[in-house]
Structure formats: structure tokens, C-alpha cells
């Protein structure tokens, strides 16, 4: 597993991640690892605490250690430790400092980072719209610009959206992009 590429897809909150992330995956053949938060949260019957959202970081691990098997080169996670460091930052003021040793492995090998170009819509999850959603995406930028990882911004809506991330695998990784052609 030394060769396999791993990409993140993350973002603000409604800026299309999980379906491209799972197109993405879908595309390449792939596997994919989906995001947990969403699924832990809407299971809550209570508000999430700071043990939760240490649980939901702590399950991001644990998924990316057992859900790789190792059937394709490359695997596509929806979120990973950047946000769920940003949401204790913000939340809480602090944010266990294993996460930063995780998210300077070098582990991932390309953020794939989508831009608030597509509207935000509201639903029993979701908490941060409006300008708020701006600063999370500033916040994220910067984490990932803090690690000196290679990232790219994806913009566009609908195809074109999914036509720039392929855009941007390519660029850093064109004998993937060949053979899923």
C-alpha cells in the first residue's frame, strides 16, 4: 500500500463534498471512506459534546486504518482531521493535540478543497451559513497551507464541479487519471 494515493475532499459545510467525493470514487473505481459526523450527529438525541466530536475524530482514523483494503491505488475520503480540528478550535477553544501529529504524517496526498460556489442549504445538521461558511473555508485553506500539503480548490457547479477535480488529480497524479480513461 506505499503507492496508494489518498484524496480528501473537504470543504464548508454544502459545498458538495460526499457527492464528489463518491463520484469521484465511483470514476476511478475506487475505494472510499464516507464521513462519519453527519451519521453520528443525526443519530444524537441530545447536542453533541466535546467527548463526541472526539469520538467522530477518533472514528475518522479508525476508518482510515481498517476501510482500505487495498483493492485500488487510490481511495477517496469524504472529510477528513482538518475539519474536525477547526470544529474544536471553534467550539471549545482547543483541540486534542494528536490531531495535528496525524495531519502532519504527510498521510494524505491531496486535499481537494471545495469552494463555496454552490449555495448553502439548511438542514437538521448543518449549522454554519452565511458568512460563517466563509471563515470555515478560510480556516481550512489555512490548516492545509499550515502542513504544506498539496491542495487545489474546486469550484464550479454540477459537471463542471466534478470535470475541475478531475482537473486537479491530474495535474498531480496523470498515470491515475490515464487509466480510468
Known amino acids: 500500500m506505499n503507492n496508494l494515493i489518498r484524496v480528501v475532499i473537504t470543504g464548508p459545510e454544502c459545498t458538495g463534498k460526499s457527492s464528489l467525493a463518491t463520484r469521484l ?10 464521513e462519519y459526523a453527519r451519521e453520528y450527529i443525526e443519530a444524537l438525541r441530545r447536542p453533541y459534546t466535546y467527548a463526541d466530536v472526539l469520538h467522530i475524530a477518533e472514528k475518522q482514523l479508525e476508518q482510515a486504518e481498517k476501510g482500505i483494503t487495498g483493492k485500488s491505488n487510490i481511495v477517496f475520503f469524504d472529510t477528513w482531521l482538518i475539519i474536525t480540528k477547526v470544529w474544536f478550535d471553534v467550539l471549545y477553544g482547543h483541540y486534542p ?10 498521510y494524505i496526498n491531496l486535499w481537494l478543497i471545495c469552494n463555496t460556489d454552490i449555495p448553502w442549504v ?51 497524479f496523470p498515470d491515475i487519471c490515464a487509466k480510468s480513461n
Do not use: C
Not at 25 to 34: D, L, Q, T, V
Not at 132 to 161: C, F, V, W
Open 25 to 34: 470514487a465511483g470514476h476511478f473505481g475506487a475505494e472510499f471512506i464516507p
Open 122 to 172: 439548511p438542514d437538521k445538521v448543518r449549522e454554519n451559513g452565511g458568512e460563517m461558511r466563509e471563515i470555515l473555508y478560510r480556516r481550512y485553506l489555512s490548516e492545509i497551507e499550515k502542513i504544506h500539503a498539496r491542495y487545489a480548490i474546486i469550484s464550479g457547479t454540477g459537471e463542471q464541479r466534478f470535470v475541475n477535480a478531475l482537473k486537479a488529480i491530474d495535474k498531480y
Open 97 to 106: 493535540l494528536w490531531i495535528d501529529e496525524e495531519l502532519n504524517k504527510g
